[in-house]
């Protein structure tokens, strides 16, 4: 049996979920996972590895989907809420899944899809207390268990693949590296289509017979009240939640700056990660709580690979030490493993990482040498015990507000839009968002363009995150002598 489900067993009195007002216990949780794991089971035994898409929002009926998609033998396949229907068509048909399950809300972008393709759609709130338990089959750990979309340097995202042992993996190291316990409570105020929320957040905290506490956004007021409210000792989040956490602070009284210092400093984790920690975001939330984060390093192909000590040092800038487990090294341009205090691509090794890509042997031959690293295309150096990130290999990949963004992905778009006969998209560093989207357009003829329009058209094809803040209009992109776009150059005239 899955041991996430065997600790639920263990903890089955206790509370799981709080969510829209309720509590629900770990008994509640099983019994609502083997109900649906029933209807989704009518006449097969086992799944085998179907693939069940399901846009939930955050909260019971989320966790309660995904478990019993888990322990009917499927595959789970988390759908982005803010992705518009040709994103979500994209994830449904690569992945090739059989059953779509989706709250009422989002019924109706799904609809078209749903009335042209051979699934299985199924509504949340007819799963409740639907079906007898049936007997349930019994999960091998070298199963594969989820995909989740992640964006890469060649066009459309990819489907990383991981088994029921790579997410216990990926949850046991944290576990023991944080010392999580059956008496923690942590907020949850990230998507659940992203390792970050569903492995660091949700599974951490069921898998310990603690309890998760779920919004269904992320709102500054709402989520300081709630950090203050003296239930919830554990928090984690991207650094643009912290930026923006700072600046909601900023606004509030003296008095309540002390109300929210003395209730933060009692906590006993907060953690940030995603993408690189500002060091001036950590000194401030460290004066507005109490708290010094723990900066740690991830990636959707490998969970948490590297962190800073649970208990010792944090130190500002750097992401920390290897986690119980997995192994790291730090190899050059040819492949050779490099020392301190030279840089190079960090390359990960260990129970922890992805099976596959779904799909894609060639990408996944790719993404690992010979002897078996996978290769993240991040830059670090290791500094005094500490490993440190320089930047990413490739200028095609965008951090924005954590999120993992291709330009080339945006730039295919634009290139379908009727006034577009070419562009370049970069990122652009930014406080807040870590970098925010910007790109240069060659327009086909001397007419000038609407942005407003633009927003909307491309609002009906990619998530907001995605969309492009800043434009530029160019007679043509600066190229090299062998009439390549150079980026670097592109970035320094937003930047400029
Ligand atoms: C949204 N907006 C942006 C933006 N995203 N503007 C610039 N850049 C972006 N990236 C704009 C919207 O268009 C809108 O403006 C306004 O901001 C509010 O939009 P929103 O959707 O309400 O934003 P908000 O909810 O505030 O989102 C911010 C956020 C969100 C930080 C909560 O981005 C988020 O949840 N990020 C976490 C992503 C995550 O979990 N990543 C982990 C990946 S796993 P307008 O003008 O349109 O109204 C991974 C591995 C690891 O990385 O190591 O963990
Ligand atoms: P994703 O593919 O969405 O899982 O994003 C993974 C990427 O996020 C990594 O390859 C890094 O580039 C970035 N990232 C994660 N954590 C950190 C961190 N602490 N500092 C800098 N970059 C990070």
Redesign the pocket.
């Known amino acids: 049996m899955l041991q996430l489900i065997e600790n639920a067993i263990h903890h089955s009195e206790r509370t799981a979920i709080i969510s829209d007002g309720c509590e629900y216990s770990y008994g509640d949780l099983l019994l609502a996972s083997e109900q649906i794991a029933s209807t989704l089971l009518p006449q097969e035994q086992d799944l085998s590895e179907a693939r069940v898409a399901f846009m939930v929002a955050p909260g019971f009926d989320y966790v309660k989907v995904q478990w019993a998609i888990w322990r009917a033998g499927g595959i789970a396949v988390p759908l982005s809420l ?1 992705n518009p229907l040709p994103a979500q068509e994209y994830v449904l048909e690569d992945a090739g899944c059989s059953t779509l399950i989706a709250d009422e809300q989002y019924s109706s972008l799904l609809k078209p899809y749903v009335d042209k393709a051979d699934i299985r759609f199924i509504n949340t709130a007819e799963l409740s207390s639907k079906a007898d338990p049936t007997h349930l089959p019994d999960i091998a750990q070298d199963r594969r268990a989820m995909i989740i979309y992640t964006s890469g340097t060649t066009g459309k995202p990819k489907g990383v693949v991981t088994t029921h042992q790579n997410i216990t993996s990926q949850i046991a190291t944290l576990v023991k590296a944080w010392a999580w316990s059956a008496t923690d409570c942590i907020l949850n ?3 659940l289509h ?4 569903v492995i ?1 957040v949700v599974s951490c905290a069921l898998w310990s017979g603690a309890c998760c506490v779920f919004v269904k ?2 709102e500054p007021t709402q989520v300081l009240t709630l950090l203050t409210g003296g239930k919830i000792n554990v928090f984690m989040a ?1 650094p ?2 912290y930026y ?1 956490l700072i600046n909601h602070w900023s606004g509030l009284t003296t008095k309540e700056h002390k109300r929210i210092k003395k209730a933060l400093s009692q906590f006993r984790l907060m953690v940030s ?2 993408a690189a920690l500002p060091v001036s975001v950590m000194e401030e939330w460290e004066a507005i709580s109490g708290q010094r984060l723990l900066e740690r ?4 192909e490998i969970g ?1 690979a590297i962190s800073n000590p649970y208990s010792g040092e944090r130190r500002a800038g750097h992401i920390g030490q290897a986690l119980p487990g997995v192994q790291i090294r730090i190899v050059d341009e040819h492949g050779a493993e490099v020392g301190t205090p030279n840089s190079g691509e960090i390359q990960v090794k260990g129970p922890t990482v992805f099976k596959e890509y779904w799909n894609k042997p060639e990408a996944t031959r790719k993404g690992f040498t010979l002897d078996g690293w996978f290769r993240t295309g991040d830059m670090a150096c290791l500094n005094e015990g500490s490993y440190r990130i320089l930047g990413r290999m490739s200028v095609d990949i965008i951090k ?5 963004i291709s330009a080339l992905e945006i730039e295919e778009v634009l290139r379908t839009h009727p006034a577009i006969s070419d562009c370049g998209v970069v990122g652009i560093p930014d406080p807040e ?1 870590d970098e ?2 910007g790109a240069s357009l060659i327009l086909k003829t001397a007419d000038p363009i609407d942005f407003q329009a633009l927003k909307v058209w491309l609002k009906e094809r990619l998530p ?2 995605k ?1 492009p ?1 800043k434009y530029m209009i160019q007679q043509d992109l600066p190229r090299n002598a062998m009439g390549k776009v150079t980026k670097k150059e592109l970035k320094a005239l937003f930047t400029d």
């Open positions: 803010s105020v990230l998507p992203h390792v970050h929320g660091n956004r992320f991207v643009t939640i923006k990660g995603s390093y991830g990636m959707t948490m924005s507000g954590g999120y993992k968002w925010i989207i907001a995150y969309i803040r």
